[in-house]
């Protein structure tokens, strides 16, 4: 049983192009978060629900939209993508303790 | 805004021998954690530190909260090639829902 799970893995699509993440976390928190780790492996926080309230939302494009249809999701749909949207993204859930990130879905423009 | 600085950024170390990264941060953190991201992986917690001055042992890993509440350090004593990867501090002030990582240290052991 996989606590955190994201989807796709691996993501490889053309510049412009539309794309969406799912993630699913199956451990009852009511926090789901989303980060961008670039090529420097730097973790830069996007976006926050709390049972489905939007809570964090960083300096992102707005080619970026997340969207928790209920406390256990948190997916992530990515509009017109751009060389510079490349990277690993990661999907984590929280209780009042650590973090539990998915597996990470790379996503590749080309 | 709140900002985490962690050093080194790389660190190659002869098995056996001792590592150990800091952390510092530009606030007074609520609580600090650690992580620990193996190659083509993802972070995976590892410990959360809330008093100040605070200790805590994991095995061959030490970990240390500063009396500000401002720094932490990771130690980890006679590495070990399981111990490569990427350690990540990661600091919470003011708001619970907001944390900052810091750049990550990366761990190569020679064996």
């Known amino acids: 049983d996989t606590a955190v799970s994201q989807t796709p893995k691996y993501l490889v699509t053309q510049m412009g192009n539309d794309k969406s993440i799912k993630c699913e976390q199956n451990?009852?928190?009511?926090?789901m978060y989303w980060y961008k780790q670039d090529s420097k492996k730097f973790l830069k926080i996007m976006f926050s629900?709390?049972?489905?309230?939007?809570?964090i939302n960083e300096t992102v494009p707005n080619r970026f939209s997340p969207k928790s249809p209920d406390k256990a999701h948190l997916n992530l749909h990515i509009n017109s993508l751009e060389l510079g949207d490349s990277a690993v993204y990661f999907c984590?859930?929280?209780?009042?303790?650590?973090?539990?990130f998915g597996s990470g879905t790379r996503l590749t423009v080309v | 805004g709140q900002q985490v600085m962690q050093i080194p950024q790389y660190q190659h170390v002869q098995e056996g021998e001792d590592f150990t990264t800091y952390c510092n941060s530009s606030t007074t953190l609520s609580n600090i954690q650690w992580y620990k991201q193996r190659p083509g992986g993802h972070p995976v917690f590892l410990i959360q530190?809330?008093?100040?001055?605070e200790v805590k042992k994991q095995k061959r890993l030490t970990f240390q909260f500063g009396e500000a509440k401002k720094n932490s350090s990771l130690h980890i004593t006679a590495t070990q090639t399981t111990d490569v990867g990427t350690y990540f501090c990661a600091g919470h002030s003011g708001g619970y829902q907001k944390v900052t990582f810091g750049i990550g240290t990366k761990l190569q052991v020679i064996p």
């Open positions: 451990l009852g928190h009511d926090t």
């Open positions: 530190l809330v008093k100040s001055g």
């Open positions: 629900y709390n049972n489905k309230e939007l809570i």
């Open positions: 984590a859930s929280r209780s009042g303790y650590g973090y539990t």
